[in-house]
């Protein structure tokens, strides 16, 4: 899945932001934190790139990750996000999907045409904690988005999301550790609860990755950063109950 980045550069807001790796790789390149600058990148219009030929670079089918060295809502974007959603529309012959801490921002940030959602793009809202469980979810289920997934990461306590949980609105729960050296630690019993409630609702179940540092039967193990996923994987605990044709 290609990664789709028209800007760079965020700006902390609440507990999950703490170690966040888009700081992390700033300063191993030297460059000022993310959050002293918001920025158009060289990628701004990525989707439209075309070969010699004049053939999109892209073909039809391609999904792209959105915007995952920022926020694809924060506020020092909005003169530029409606130029993005051209381009979405330019290219509706693909598929697009973004996450956000900012999910209570969507309805403002939305194009004239949304509708009930665009059948081609998803939004994950990510959540850390219950505390923003409960603050974030609510509004995720009441805005008109057609492939919602909630977003557990990092995960950084137990949650409860059982009440948020019907499987009409909500495709797939992904739940995910901190990575980095000042990671805070993953229990694995965390992600065990949100598997079970998510098989409970009948809504998709994915550990994604596990992070730095992963608690398992009161043990602390340390993950490289290369297996992260791959372990989270070897668990074995995914399931599936929607059908990817439905997301087009």
Not at 114 to 132: A, L, M, S
């Amino acid at each position: 899945m290609p990664m789709w980045n028209p800007w760079h550069g965020c700006h902390k807001i609440s507990a999950g932001c703490k170690h966040c790796y888009v700081y992390r790789e700033d300063l191993a390149f030297g460059t000022e934190t993310p959050s002293s600058e918001v920025r158009k990148t060289g990628s701004f219009n990525l989707p439209l790139r075309r070969d010699r030929k004049r053939n999109y670079k892209f073909p039809p089918g391609t999904q792209f990750a959105l915007c995952f060295t920022s926020d694809f809502l924060i506020e020092e974007a909005d003169e530029w996000r409606p130029e993005i959603w051209d381009i979405i529309r330019e290219r509706n012959d693909c598929s697009y999907f973004f996450f956000t801490k900012r999910i209570d921002r969507l309805a403002k940030c939305l194009p004239s045409d949304w509708g009930e959602g665009y059948d081609n793009v998803g939004i994950g809202c990510t959540v850390e904690n219950q505390d923003r469980a409960d603050f974030r979810l609510p509004i995720f289920l009441s805005l008109p988005i057609k492939h919602r997934i909630i977003v557990a990461a990092p995960l950084l306590e137990k949650i409860e999301i059982s009440k948020y949980l019907d499987p009409h609105l909500v495709e797939e729960v992904s739940a995910g550790g901190e990575s980095g050296k000042y990671a805070r630690p993953l229990d694995y019993d965390w992600v065990l609860s949100l598997r079970d409630q998510s098989k409970e609702a009948g809504v998709d179940f994915n550990f994604h990755q596990t992070g730095s540092y992963l608690i398992k039967d009161g043990r602390k193990y340390f993950i490289p950063r290369p297996l992260q996923h791959e372990q989270a994987k070897k668990a074995g605990i995914n399931s599936k109950y929607h059908s990817p044709d439905n997301y087009k």
